[in-house]
């Protein structure tokens, strides 16, 4: 099954004028994305203008509380959203904390019909993979948008060249995660480029085969989305320190990146429709 393309508006957040994705307005990046065979847009507002485009909208958002959870999904469903990813609490929320979390967002999401997913995120109760899995361990229910860089990365998962060992262990999470957003880390950097030298590509193209594959065994009659997240360094004021820049003295404050991110999104497109291949020929089992 080919994963169904969206793109987070992040993506398309300040590209240079040479960029493939560059346009004069938002309007007229969502009008080019068809074209490339995206149907939606991940976003944190706006979405009433992205369904106008003629494309799914998909919320962002985050829920500091698990007495918000109510509230900030009824919003999400009266604004017609398709499903919801989040960045949940802190990453250091107590596990009684955690539990409350879950609790409210799976009783909020089955009270409105709508699918809320959890973003795997530095920063948040996912931050940490062991902890992430013990949570799923007390809520099957739990459902990811699933973020792998911020554990590449923050967890160094090839540390001593152990990456292939210790993907395996990931498994109730990725069987869990029917959106994967696209983008490659290294052990040292968040977003590297796509065809960047060393094993990050093999890496990332690995665990997103895997998640199609557990996935498919999980559930297979429901599509499973692949949405390309590249943040810039710099947008505005805004300083994420993401993308990769060299110095240019000319360039908005000094700094200019190094990689296209909209024509690297769509080459993370190809690499993920090649692992959904792949998937479908995998001997795995999803394992509880």
Same mark, same amino acid.
């Given at each position: ?6 793109? &987070? ?65 009824? %919003? ?71 973020? %792998? ?61 895997? %998640? ?6 999980? /559930?297979?009659?429901? /599509? ?38 909209? /024509? ?9 429709? &090649?692992? /959904? ?12």
């Amino acid at each position: 099954m080919t994963p169904v393309r969206l793109i &987070a508006q992040a993506t398309l957040e300040g590209l240079p004028r040479g960029s493939l994705g560059a346009r004069e307005t938002r309007e007229a990046q969502w009008a080019m994305l068809p074209a490339h065979g995206i149907s939606g847009v991940l976003a944190w507002s706006d979405w009433a203008a992205i369904r106008a485009a003629g494309l799914v909208p998909h919320a962002m958002g985050r829920l500091d509380s698990p007495d918000d959870a109510e509230s900030l999904l009824a %919003a999400h469903v009266d604004a017609g959203v398709a499903s919801t990813t989040l960045h949940v609490g802190t990453a250091f929320d107590e596990d009684d904390t955690l539990d409350r979390f879950a609790g409210a967002l799976l009783e909020a999401s089955v009270r409105r019909g709508h699918r809320v997913l959890l973003e795997t995120h530095r920063a948040t109760v996912t931050q940490d993979p062991w902890r992430t899995l013990r949570w799923v361990e007390r809520f099957p229910d739990l459902r990811f948008s699933l973020d %792998a860089s911020h554990w590449v990365v923050g967890g160094e998962l090839d540390y001593g060249g152990g990456f292939s060992d210790r993907l395996p262990l990931f498994d109730p999470v990725l069987r869990r995660s029917p959106m994967v957003q696209g983008r490659i880390a290294s052990g040292g950097a968040i977003q590297v480029a796509v065809n960047d030298p060393g094993p990050w590509q093999a890496h990332a193209t690995a665990l997103w085969t895997r %998640a199609f594959a557990l996935r498919r065994h999980e /559930a297979p009659n429901q /599509a499973i989305a692949f949405c390309p997240e590249l943040l810039p360094h710099v947008a505005g004021d805004a300083w994420f320190g993401y993308a990769p820049v060299c110095r240019r003295d000319d360039a908005p404050h000094g700094l200019e990146e190094t990689t296209d991110r909209f /024509a690297e999104a769509l080459r993370l497109f190809d690499l993920a429709d &090649a692992c /959904a291949v792949s998937a479908v020929d995998s001997p795995l089992e999803p394992s509880r």
